[in-house]
Structures are given as structure tokens and as C-alpha cells.
């Protein structure tokens, strides 16, 4: 079994627990009320500000050419998400636009600094376990609302689409398979902190979209 494979079994509790989050089980049947999904829109349009730096530094830091193209693809494009958001769901869902200026809320700010610090900080096979779960947890959550939701004039159906494709799918591929070839070429020791890792930001993934429902400010 890939290491990968191994790590989605070790969360499948957590993922149980986030398909029966009201966030998500609204957002699948369109009910989410508008205050929390723009709340959410905010928060996720600076997270991914982060995000996608992260992604690009931890490209600067591989030596294989291939996985640094790819990951700074990665992060460019989590950058067109955000910039996508501006231009289409935040004038769709009446978000203010000094949300640019918008301050992390507790639960965005730890994961941020999290990946942050991982990636500073950790080696780099850590940091690499650290960034996936915000792939395959959104590419896992977008195919099951497409697979299950019955709501056809769903309003935020422009969200799922976006994590639901199979473009968004080939990306988690190519993410989980460097993942893998690292944990494969590393040390127990690594691995077991890489599970630490995938298993803290699955933790925040919930902890994120929960934050959002209840509107958790400092
Ligand atoms: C918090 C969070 N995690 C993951 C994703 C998907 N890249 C996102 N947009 N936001």
C-alpha cells in the first residue's frame, strides 16, 4: 500500500466527521446560509494567498526539476483560485472587497503558519505531507457532494465544480505520487513525522470549514 494510501485510511474517521459537518452537508444542498459561505469565501481567499506560497517555496526547495515545475504550478495556480474568487464569487455572493485586508481569523492564522512553519522549519518530506491533505481532502469533499447532492439550482455549485473536476484531479495525482516517492526514499523516523503532519492539517481542514460556520473571530 503507498503511503498515501496509508495516511487517507489513518484520517477516514476525521473524513467520516467532515461529511456530517453542517458546513459541508449545506453547502451540498445549497442551504449554507450566505453569511457563512462569504465568511468562508474571505478567509479561504487569504489562506490561499498563503497557500500558494507555500507551495511555490516548497517547489524552490526539491531538487527534481520536475516536481519543482509542479509545484509552482501548484501554487500559481491556488493564486488564480483566489484571484477567480475576487472576480467572480465575491461580486456573485456580495463580498466586500477589503477583504484583501481582512484579518485571519484563529483557526486560518494557525493553519497558515503552520504549513509556514513546516515548510521553514521541518524537513522537506514533512512539509510536502503537510501541503496534501489541503489537496486530497477538497478533491475527496468535491466528488462526493457531486456524487450524492440532488440540488440542481444549487447556488454554490461554482465551488464544487471547482474541486470536483478531474483537472483539479490530475493535480492531487501528481502531488500524492511525489509524496509517495519520497516517503518511499526516507527514514521511519520521516515518515512517522509526515504522518503527523498530514494528520494536523486534516485536522484544520475540519477545524477551518467549522470555524466558518460558527463565524470564529479572535
Ligand atoms: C482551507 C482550504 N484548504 C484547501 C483548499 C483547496 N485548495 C482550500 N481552498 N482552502
Given at each position: 500500500m ?12 476525521l473524513?467520516s ?12 444542498n ?19 494567498e ?9 517547489g ?8 519543482a ?7 500559481k ?7 477567480a ?18 484579518d485571519?481569523?484563529p483557526?486560518?492564522?494557525h ?14 518530506e ?24 440532488t440540488n ?13 473536476g ?7 495525482q501528481?502531488?500524492?505520487?511525489y509524496v509517495?516517492?519520497?516517503?518511499e ?9 509526515m ?9 484544520m ?12 473571530a479572535?
Open positions: 503507498t503511503w498515501t494510501d496509508q495516511a487517507w485510511q489513518h484520517i477516514q474517521p473524513y466527521n467532515i461529511l456530517a459537518m453542517p458546513f459541508i452537508e449545506q453547502l451540498k445549497g442551504t449554507l446560509p450566505l453569511d457563512k459561505f462569504q465568511f468562508y469565501m474571505q478567509q479561504d481567499a487569504r489562506y490561499l498563503h497557500y500558494g506560497r507555500v507551495l511555490a517555496y516548497l524552490s526547495k526539491t531538487g527534481d526539476n520536475d516536481q515545475l509542479d509545484f509552482f504550478d501548484f501554487g495556480n491556488a493564486l488564480i483560485v483566489e484571484r474568487l475576487h472576480e467572480s464569487y465575491f461580486s456573485q455572493f456580495g463580498i466586500h472587497e477589503d477583504s484583501d485586508t481582512a485571519l481569523e483557526i486560518c492564522h493553519y497558515v503558519h503552520f504549513l509556514k512553519s513546516t515548510a521553514a522549519f521541518d524537513p522537506l514533512v512539509a510536502m505531507a503537510a501541503v496534501l491533505p489541503c489537496f486530497v481532502i477538497y478533491k475527496e469533499v468535491g466528488d462526493y457532494i457531486i456524487a450524492t447532492q440542481q439550482a444549487n447556488p454554490y455549485k461554482n465551488w464544487i465544480d471547482t474541486y470536483s478531474p483537472e483539479f484531479a490530475i493535480g492531487v501528481k502531488a500524492e505520487n509517495n516517492a519520497m516517503a526514499n526516507t527514514t521511519e523516523a520521516i515518515r512517522a513525522q504522518l503527523e503532519a498530514y494528520v494536523k492539517a486534516s485536522r481542514e475540519f477545524k477551518f470549514w467549522e470555524a466558518a460556520y460558527n463565524k470564529t479572535w
